[in-house]
Nanobody
């Protein structure tokens, strides 16, 4: 089983930046199978960013495109989420997840199997 540990959340003003980190243990070289999701109170969980199945290119949710950047460090088995120009609607608990890549649709993992505990991001207006 993969353990995922997120860090880097916090409180920031509108227009500010934060960088989240997620370090994986229990399975080496997994960063290409990891992604970020978020869930705000009363809303469904939504995809933020991740890596495609076949070629580990990046993909993003529509609401964060051009503001957020996902990256990875294989040596540290860590994935990052750089969040710029933050808006109040970005406030949510952000979760890191890892997929076993058992199936893909449109080159994106269908299912993520392991999840971190989440880190809170709050953007004040």
């Amino acid at each position: 089983q993969v353990q995922l540990l997120e860090s880097g959340g916090g409180l920031v003003e509108t227009g500010g930046s934060l960088r989240l980190s997620c370090t994986a243990s229990g399975r080496p070289s997994i960063t290409g199978h990891m992604g970020w999701f978020r869930q705000a109170p009363g809303k469904e969980r939504e995809v933020v960013a991740g890596f495609t199945c076949a070629d580990t290119r990046t993909y993003y949710g529509d609401s964060v495109q051009d503001r957020f950047t996902i990256s990875r460090d294989n040596a540290k088995n860590t994935v990052y989420l750089q969040m710029n120009n933050l808006k109040p609607e970005d406030s949510a608990v952000y979760y890191c997840a890892a997929s076993k890549i058992l199936s893909c649709k449109n080159n994106i993992p269908v299912h993520y199997d392991d999840w971190g505990q989440g880190t809170q991001v709050t953007v004040s207006s």
